[in-house]
């Protein structure tokens, strides 16, 4: 069974940029969640969808990120315009149905300069 | 708002050596609480996960507790190998469907 898929694995940008990440849960699963990791500190949860609509953002700065997931599959995650602050690994995971299991993707590793 | 804490952050022991990592958590009312593993580069790996109502859970050299009444929890490897080398989180829940809240992590060298 093929995991999490998210790319780029590695972006570097510099302030005041956009970047946009994706992800791709593992088949079947309903809920998607992406978690922001700062060095030296634990996930956090930034949005969670369930199929296509979202049923936690409480913690994502909507001023400048966004996220959709379309068709309930597939799922994008953008920050604009990018802070130095926001220099950290972006994990996508999934699970079967809210509250399950969460499998977590490998992360993109962003670079703000 | 649930805050999570493990210490210590870095923890280097000579391979074959039993170790412990601590969790401490300051809402009592859990759902669950969950150890993962990180690996550099990788996403995190669950390791257990332990529902309100236990007081621990183990899967081969690892055994993890809970207390919630004074909000800890420990996770004890027993024999520790080379490959135990990652940074441990530990993680609760309110309820099945709330957000984790994360401590910030140990991050374990075992040395051979």
């Known amino acids: 069974e093929a995991g999490v898929a998210q790319s780029p694995r590695y972006k570097i940008i510099e302030k005041r940029q956009s970047v946009a990440f994706w992800c791709n849960p593992i088949?079947?699963?309903?809920?998607l969640y992406w978690y922001q990791q700062i060095l030296g500190q634990g996930p956090k949860l930034l949005i969670q969808?369930?199929?296509?609509?979202?049923?936690?953002d409480s913690q994502l700065p909507k001023d400048r990120f966004s996220a959709e997931r379309l068709k309930g599959v597939d799922s994008t995650l953008k920050i604009q315009p990018a802070k130095l602050e926001d220099s950290a690994v972006y994990l996508c995971?999934?699970?079967?149905?809210?509250?399950?299991?969460?499998?977590f993707g490998p992360g993109t590793r962003l670079l703000v300069l | 708002k649930q805050e999570v804490t493990q210490i210590p952050a870095a923890l280097s022991v000579p391979e074959g050596e039993n170790l412990v990592l601590n969790c401490s958590f300051t809402?009592?009312?859990?759902?669950?609480l969950q150890w993962f593993r990180q690996d550099p580069g990788k996403g995190l790996t669950s390791l257990l996960l332990?529902?309100?109502?236990?007081r621990e859970q183990t899967s081969g050299r690892l055994n993890a507790s809970l207390d919630k009444s004074s909000g800890r929890s420990t996770l004890y490897i027993a024999a520790s190998q080379p490959g135990d080398s990652a940074t441990y989180l530990c993680?609760?829940?309110?309820?099945?469907?709330?957000?984790?809240?994360f401590g910030s992590g140990t991050k374990l060298n075992v040395k051979p």
């Open positions: 809402d009592s009312a859990i759902y669950n």
């Open positions: 995971a999934s699970s079967l149905i809210l509250g399950e299991t969460q499998y």
């Open positions: 993680a609760t829940r309110r309820d099945n469907f709330n957000k984790f809240y």
């Open positions: 332990i529902q309100s109502s236990q």
């Open positions: 088949s079947g699963h309903a809920t």
């Open positions: 969808f369930q199929n296509n609509g979202v049923v936690d």
